[in-house]
C-alpha cells in the first residue's frame, strides 16, 4: 500500500474502520474458499502434512500452500547460510530452537536433522503448537510459551535459537524481555539468528513514520485491533521496524553481533547473527 494511503486511513479513523470492515469480510470469505479447496483435496502435499488455512494466514498471510512450503523452504535454507557465519552446522546442532515457530512453516524443512539432536518449536500460539504436536511431533518437541517470559526451558539448553519474523512484530519493551530470555536459554557461544524490518521495508513508511524511525531507530507501529485485526494473534502483535545503527547498538547487551544481513530472509527482512556474551567474574 502507497504511504499517501496509508497516512490518509491512519489519519482518519471512521474511514481506517470502514477499511477495516471490508477487509474483514473480504478475508472471511477467502478463508471458507481455501477451507473448502483443502477439504475437497482431502490429501496431504509435501512429506508432512499441511497446516489448515487459517494457521498459515498466521505465518505467512495468505492461504496459499505452494507459498507456505516455498517460504518455508527457502527461510531454512537461509537459516543454514546464517547458521554458518556463526560457526554452527544447523543440521547437526545437539539443539536447536525454533521460536515463535508457528504451524512449522520452517521447522518442517529441517526434519531431515540429525537424528541425535533435539530440536523444539515453541510460540504463544495454542492453536498453532497443537497441531503441531499431532501432526510434527517427529520432527521436533513442540511448546507453548507465555506472552512474556520466562520460558520453561532451563538454562543453556540450546546451542542455536532462530527466530523468523517476531522482532518485526514486538514493541520494545517486549523486544529486550526476549532477547534477554533468549540469551538465558543459549548455551555458551551459542547463537541466535533473528530477523527484522530493514531499509527494504522502510520504504513503504510514510514520511512522519520515516523520520521518527531515522531518529531513534526503532518505530513500533499499530494497525487494527480486535476483531478486525484478521490473523487472530494479541493486540500487541503489530508491526515493528529497526535500523540496523540501532541494532548494533542496543541488542548487544547480552549478545555479540556478528553479522547484520539486509534482505537475508526471503529477500525482503533482515537477518542478525548474534553470538551469546560471556561474562567473566572479575578476580575477588
Same mark, same amino acid.
Given at each position: 500500500?502507497?504511504?499517501?494511503?496509508?497516512? =490518509?486511513?491512519?489519519?482518519? *479513523?471512521?474511514? !481506517?474502520? &470502514?477499511?477495516?470492515?471490508? /477487509?474483514?469480510?473480504?478475508?472471511?470469505?477467502?478463508?471458507?474458499?481455501?477451507?473448502?479447496?483443502d477439504k475437497r483435496a482431502a490429501v496431504a502435499l509435501g512429506a508432512l *502434512?499441511?497446516?489448515? +488455512?487459517?494457521?498459515?494466514?498466521?505465518?505467512?498471510?495468505?492461504?496459499d500452500v505452494d507459498q507456505f512450503l516455498e517460504v518455508g523452504r527457502r527461510g531454512a535454507r537461509e537459516l543454514e547460510v546464517l547458521a554458518r557465519l556463526g560457526g554452527k552446522d544447523l543440521a547437526c546442532c545437539p539443539a536447536v530452537l525454533d521460536?515463535?515457530?508457528?504451524?512449522?512453516?520452517?521447522?518442517?524443512?529441517?526434519?531431515?536433522? %540429525?537424528? @541425535?539432536?533435539?530440536?523444539?518449536?515453541?510460540?504463544?500460539? $495454542?492453536e498453532a503448537i497443537r497441531w503441531?504436536?499431532? /501432526?510434527?511431533? %517427529?520432527?521436533?518437541? =513442540? #511448546?507453548?510459551?507465555? =506472552?512474556? +517470559?520466562?520460558?520453561s526451558f532451563d538454562p543453556d539448553s540450546f546451542d542455536v535459537v532462530y527466530s523468523v519474523s517476531l522482532f518485526t512484530h514486538?514493541?520494545?519493551?517486549?523486544q529486550f524481555?526476549?532477547?534477554? @530470555?533468549? %540469551?538465558?536459554?543459549?548455551?555458551?557461544?551459542?547463537?541466535?539468528?533473528? #530477523?527484522?524490518h530493514g531499509p527494504y521495508t522502510h520504504q513503504?513508511?510514510? *514520511?512522519?513514520?520515516?523520520?521518527?524511525? #531515522? %531518529?531513534?531507530?526503532?518505530? !513500533?507501529?499499530?494497525?487494527? #485491533? $480486535?476483531?478486525?485485526?484478521?490473523?487472530g494473534l494479541p493486540d500487541f502483535y503489530q508491526t515493528a521496524y529497526h535500523t540496523e545503527k540501532y541494532i548494533r547498538a542496543r541488542w548487544s547487551e547480552h549478545f555479540e553481533i556478528v553479522a547484520y544481513k539486509e534482505r537475508a530472509m526471503n529477500e525482503h527482512q533482515d537477518a542478525v547473527v548474534l553470538?551469546?556474551? &560471556?561474562?567473566?567474574?572479575?578476580?575477588?
Open positions: 500500500m502507497p504511504s499517501s494511503i496509508r497516512l =490518509f486511513l491512519r489519519s482518519n *479513523p471512521a474511514v !481506517y474502520k &470502514t477499511y477495516g470492515i471490508a /477487509k474483514y469480510a473480504l478475508f472471511r470469505a477467502k478463508l471458507l474458499l481455501s477451507d473448502w479447496r *502434512p499441511i497446516p489448515p +488455512p487459517m494457521l498459515r494466514f498466521r505465518v505467512s498471510g495468505s492461504f521460536f515463535a515457530c508457528g504451524c512449522g512453516r520452517v521447522i518442517r524443512h529441517f526434519q531431515d536433522h %540429525a537424528p @541425535e539432536a533435539r530440536w523444539y518449536g515453541s510460540d504463544i500460539d $495454542g503441531c504436536k499431532e /501432526k510434527l511431533g %517427529a520432527v521436533a518437541g =513442540f #511448546t507453548e510459551n507465555d =506472552f512474556r +517470559p520466562p520460558m514486538l514493541d520494545e519493551d517486549d524481555r526476549w532477547l534477554g @530470555e533468549l %540469551a538465558r536459554v543459549l548455551r555458551k557461544n551459542g547463537l541466535l539468528i533473528a #530477523t527484522a513503504q513508511l510514510p *514520511p512522519a513514520d520515516l523520520r521518527e524511525l #531515522t %531518529a531513534k531507530g526503532f518505530l !513500533y507501529r499499530v494497525g487494527q #485491533t $480486535g476483531r478486525l485485526k484478521l490473523d553470538r551469546k556474551k &560471556t561474562f567473566l567474574l572479575a578476580d575477588c
